[in-house]
């Protein structure tokens, strides 16, 4: 038996890994451009996750599922959602903080509701839409600074965008794990990855090569840091396939809203941003919010 909980902590370690691989996707952009910065998660991460479906074939009975039409649908979907989500977020960092983007970027969780709620049918209680419009309000209140918004609306907008692009691929994900109808929760979550990274790889390296071939060499001369960030995404990518299979969409991306936590610490030891008090006061009502999430399982 499952336990009830066990979406919540896989949820938790894919927030932490997801900041770091931002962190570092975040560094490569000044060297490789957004393009090749945005390839990096999906190209070096792909190896990882085929390692990790291998490891659960051979490791167990568990035989590889044999998905319908619905399936890659899906994936599709979620798949180039994703691409274009990643590229939203990293050209926003450019233009404002870490930790303001990040904070634009996780206003996602009332569009995952909308979506799941639409596209799935995953219902979504009151109190869990009160604990959303909380953790969501602290994100926002993070956001907005004293004397209008620093870089105009565009910066702004373009981090709505990447978040909007996020809540997509999630349900488009979340819907194809469940059209497995798998009652092995880790194969649906590593076969659907696995999938999903393939995809990904292909159609950007494809492109970068007929459209950006020096690009491409960048990235494939920047290995090292980009072997770790490809790592951390992918690592990041599992648990929340983990967290996908065992719970709503709009559950998992609320209780993400932790990632703006992490994302304070990593900017202010990595990158020597301090955190002011309207932050301060968001990471409280993000905080809330989480918890009361919580209480609502």
């Known amino acids: 038996m499952v336990s009830p909980w066990l979406w919540a902590v896989f949820t938790v370690i894919a927030a932490f890994a997801q900041t770091v691989r931002n962190a570092m996707q975040r560094e490569l952009t000044g060297s490789l451009g957004t393009a090749g910065a945005t390839h990096v998660r999906f190209l070096f ?14 490791g167990t009975d ?11 649908l899906w994936v599709i979907a979620g798949a180039f959602a994703q691409i274009a989500a990643t590229a939203l977020m990293l050209v926003a960092m450019g233009e404002r903080s870490f930790v303001v983007t990040i904070a634009y970027i ?6 995952v509701a909308v ?5 799935l049918g995953d219902v979504v209680t009151w109190p869990m839409m009160v604990a959303i419009l909380v953790a969501t309000a602290g994100v926002i209140v993070m956001s907005i600074k004293p004397g209008g918004m620093v870089g105009g609306m565009r910066p702004t907008l373009i981090g709505l965008a990447s978040g909007g692009m996020f809540a997509l691929s999630a349900i488009g994900y979340r819907g194809a794990l469940l059209d497995l109808h798998l009652p092995n929760y880790v194969m649906a979550a590593t076969f659907t990855l696995s999938v999903g990274l393939a995809m990904q790889a292909v159609t950007l390296s494809l492109y970068l090569w007929l459209r950006q071939p020096s690009v491409m060499f960048a990235l494939l001369h920047a290995w090292k840091p980009s072997l770790f960030a490809g790592f ?26 932790i990632e703006v936590l992490f994302a304070q610490l990593i900017a202010r030891f990595a990158f020597g941003q301090h955190t002011t008090a309207r932050e301060g006061i968001g990471m409280v009502l993000v905080v809330a919010g989480v918890v009361l999430l919580i209480l609502a399982h």
Do not use: C, D, Y
Request: aromatic share 20%; glycine share 8%; proline share 6%.
């Open 45 to 58: 991460g792909f190896p990882f996750a085929v390692i990790f479906l291998l490891g659960l074939v051979f």
């Open 62 to 72: 568990v035989a590889l599922p044999r998905p319908g039409l619905n399936f890659w």
């Open 232 to 257: 951390m995404g992918v690592l990041a990518s599992q648990f929340w396939f983990l967290a996908f299979a065992l719970a709503t969409a709009a559950s998992v991306r609320t209780l993400a809203l």
């Open 115 to 119: 979506f799941g709620l639409i596209f």
């Open 106 to 111: 996780k206003t996602e969780p009332i569009q």
